[in-house]
């Protein structure tokens, strides 16, 4: 996907559903990103485009959420991820067997053949979204 400024957070979620209906089960996407760049909103974009009619909100309590759809999608955010054990716990590989998987601060990640997309806070409304690694199909 070509490298993006967005100038609202629709046009972020706009993006993020274009995504969502690219997405296959076994696909890993990790966004990285300062707080409040949008990756929450592309997720919310992503997840309609994978099939899901569920609202999507922040993970704050929970690591991971899961949207059934088309593809499931499963949401995970490592903010407040402190240890590799708390990340063996999230199953990332299993998820990944049962759909799709995109991951908020996913720089904490490593893991072979994910797509990669950083965003950045250009300031009011706008953000630029580029694809440092697409999906591999
Ligand atoms: N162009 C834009 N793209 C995305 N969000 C935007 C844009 N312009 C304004 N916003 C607003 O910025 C905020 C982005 O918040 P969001 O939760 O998506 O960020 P985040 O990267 O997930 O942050 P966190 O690291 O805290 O999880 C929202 O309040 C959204 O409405
Ligand atoms: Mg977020």
Redesign the pocket.
């Known amino acids: 996907m070509p490298d993006v400024t967005?100038?609202?957070?629709a046009?972020?979620e706009d993006l993020g559903r274009s995504w969502g209906e690219r997405l296959r089960t076994g696909d890993v996407v990790l966004l990285q990103?300062e707080?409040?760049?949008?990756?929450?909103?592309f997720v919310r974009g992503a997840a309609q485009g994978a099939g899901s009619t569920a609202p999507v909100a922040?993970p704050t309590f929970q690591l991971v959420r899961v949207y059934p759809g088309r593809v499931q999608l499963a949401h995970v955010?490592l903010?407040r991820v402190e240890n590799s054990s708390e990340l063996a716990d999230i199953g990332l590989e299993d998820l990944a067997t049962r759909g799709a998987v995109v991951v908020?601060w996913g720089e904490r990640l490593d893991v072979d053949d994910a797509a990669l997309i950083e965003?950045e806070h250009l300031g009011g409304?706008?953000?630029r979204i580029r694809t440092i690694r697409d999906l591999s199909h």
């Open positions: 967005t100038n609202s957070a046009e972020t990103g707080l409040g760049a949008g990756k929450t909103t922040s955010d903010y908020e965003f409304d706008r953000r």
